[in-house]
């Protein structure tokens, strides 16, 4: 196996082979994040723009063979702001509407700056979590690093978020032979009196992870750790990677300076 797919797998993560999945990913969290900004930057009143920034970001799911289906899926963590967004029209001040033509709520009154608001925070909201779906859908965490790393973020920022991708999994599996533990012994949490028991059980969690993270800490200064970590792969992107990757803020652009002129 290369180093290339030789890191860390996750559950977002859909393997197959694209066109989308050969790029680079510094090039890939460039493009997303530019996308992103143009997406905010879109008027709210050009409602057919982020129609069009839909279809965009179909299209590149379609290159990059991810079912739309498992896109659908991964986007449901946007759910709670959903039902922030679906109240603001109910709370927020300045003119209102009568909601006619809905049975059984006529003469609701809606704020009108509110209906706007919340448009805009489900369009710009669900256009970047579905990005930010197809991106960790066709890059891999160990290449989500070294991309932040090579786009030149903190370099500390970098570790610690690798430490928490490396070292979630192990947390995980140990919360899961603790609750497996306590199932062997015959408890059930069914009740407030059990909540004493499942409080010690995250002390103790919480104890095992700082012992294991000072064990790591001093293997890592016993094999020479400065502060810094080696950079594994220095392989610039090519000048047909980057311009694959600027497809889609290009395109995000276009439609952008149409919703400002229009």
């Given at each position: 196996?290369?180093?290339?797919?030789?890191?860390?797998?996750?559950?977002?993560?859909?393997?197959?082979?694209?066109?989308?999945?050969?790029?680079?990913?510094?090039?890939?969290?460039?493009?997303?994040?530019?996308?992103v900004l143009l997406v905010v930057a879109t008027p709210r009143e050009a409602v057919w723009a982020f129609g069009l920034y839909a279809l965009l970001l179909a299209a590149v799911a379609a290159a990059a063979r991810v079912p739309y289906g498992h896109l659908l899926k991964r986007m449901l963590?946007?759910?709670?702001?959903?039902?922030?967004?679906?109240?603001?029209?109910?709370?927020?001040?300045?003119?209102?509407?009568?909601l006619g033509g809905v049975p059984g709520l006529s003469g609701v009154s809606l704020s009108v700056s509110g209906l706007w608001s919340a448009w805009?925070?489900?369009?710009?909201?669900?256009?970047?979590?579905?990005?930010?779906?197809?991106?960790?859908s066709t890059t891999e965490l160990r290449e989500l690093l070294l991309g932040l790393q090579k786009l030149r973020l903190p370099p500390l920022l970098v570790q610690i978020a690798s430490f928490m991708v490396r070292y979630g999994d192990v947390?995980?599996?140990?919360?899961?032979?603790?609750?497996?533990?306590?199932?062997?012994?015959?408890?059930?949490?069914?009740?407030?009196?059990?909540?004493?028991?499942?409080?010690?059980?995250?002390?103790?969690?919480?104890?095992?992870?700082?012992e294991r993270g000072e064990?790591?800490?001093l293997a890592m200064v016993s094999r020479g750790y400065t502060g810094t970590m080696p950079v594994l792969d220095e392989a610039a992107a090519t000048r047909a990677q980057w311009g694959g990757a600027a497809a889609l803020p290009l395109a995000a652009l276009a439609v952008c300076l149409l919703g400002w002129a229009l």
């Open positions: 196996m290369s180093t290339r797919h030789a890191g860390h797998a996750h559950k977002l993560y859909l393997h197959t082979h694209s066109p989308v999945h050969a790029l680079p990913a510094h090039c890939k969290l460039a493009a997303v994040f530019a996308f963590i946007e759910v709670p702001f959903v039902g922030f967004a679906v109240l603001m029209p109910f709370v927020a001040e300045g003119p209102y509407t009568e805009n925070i489900l369009a710009k909201g669900t256009l970047g979590v579905a990005a930010s779906v197809l991106l960790a947390i995980a599996d140990e919360m899961r032979r603790m609750r497996v533990a306590r199932l062997s012994r015959g408890f059930r949490a069914t009740g407030v009196r059990q909540w004493g028991v499942l409080a010690k059980s995250a002390g103790a969690l919480f104890i095992r992870s700082y064990r790591v800490h």
